[in-house]
């Protein structure tokens, strides 16, 4: 299937059978968000993963050493880019900047797995915590460093971690600003899997093509169903799960699936 991919500044887009790769490219700055064109190519390739119906899965990497150091901590040194200006302007400079990477993310209809090649950190750990699904390198590291700096976590990063890991874990993460390696990760659940460094693409897009074969619209349904699981009462819920499963009966690509198990069990037989 050809697609027409966005034009990009600062990151590379590929697909492969159904699995979109963004790869941040601005490693000589470590990929930092802020600085870049990177906020922009997030929000860029979210938008039109959810318009693109010949992709199942987004994956999101970084190029160079880092997946991301965050946010450019020259330009705060300096006061300069997205941090110079008073306190309304700063303010508005984030909702229209960084925080539009969250909602973005926060809206992607398909999957998302991070493949997290190296440090993750401050808004680029933040970045990570997005998306649905994380498998890290044996050489990344996390940390929701920003008080370390003298600031809060103003991309939503203290949203997205608690629910991850809990508030206590993620209290004691976030006020410490401590930096963890891959295996703490893991034994907190922020990661699912560890692999070595060499192996961590591979691994991802094994995972990211078993689930780009599912049925594509169910998959898009799944995904919305989960999320919308998270803030919604049971019954409410239930109501959700059979309007949507209503929309799946009524779909080729059911059908189509029943035949393939059906043909599968009459082979086995």
């Not at 199942?56 to 330009?75: P, W």
């Not at 401050?122 to 370390?148: P, V, Y």
Request: hydrophobic letters at 45%; proline letters at 3%.
């Amino acid at each position: 299937m050809s697609l027409i991919v966005p034009e990009l500044s600062d990151a590379r887009l590929e697909v492969e059978k159904r699995v979109a790769t963004l790869t941040l490219e601005r490693h000589e700055v470590r990929n930092a968000l802020t600085g870049t064109h990177l906020i922009d190519d997030l929000v860029t390739v979210a938008n039109w993963v959810n318009r693109c119906d010949g992709v199942s899965v987004l994956v999101i990497t970084g190029g160079g050493s880092a997946f991301s150091a965050g946010g450019n901590v020259k330009d705060m040194a300096e006061r300069g880019g997205d941090f110079a200006g008073d306190v309304a302007e700063v303010a508005e400079r984030y909702r229209q900047g960084i925080q539009q990477i969250p909602l973005s993310m926060q809206a992607v209809e398909v999957p998302v797995i991070a493949a997290v090649n190296g440090p993750a950190i401050g808004a680029g750990f933040d970045l990570a915590n997005m998306a649905d699904i994380r498998i890290a390198s044996s050489r990344a590291k996390f940390g929701e460093t920003f008080l370390n700096l003298g600031i809060i976590p103003g991309d939503g990063g203290a949203w997205f971690l608690q629910r991850l890991i809990g508030y206590q874990q993620a209290f004691e993460m976030t006020l410490t600003g401590r930096v963890i390696d891959a295996e703490e990760a893991k034994r907190l659940g922020i990661v699912l899997e560890v692999v070595e460094h060499e192996e961590l693409m591979p691994r991802v897009h094994e995972l990211a093509t078993r689930i780009a074969a599912q049925p594509p619209k169910a998959t898009r349904l799944t995904k919305r169903l989960m999320k919308m699981g998270q803030r919604m009462g049971l019954k409410d819920f239930l109501d959700l799960c059979a309007c949507f499963q209503g929309m799946c009966h009524n779909e080729p690509e059911h059908l189509e699936a029943v035949e393939r198990m059906l043909a599968q069990m009459n082979k086995g037989r």
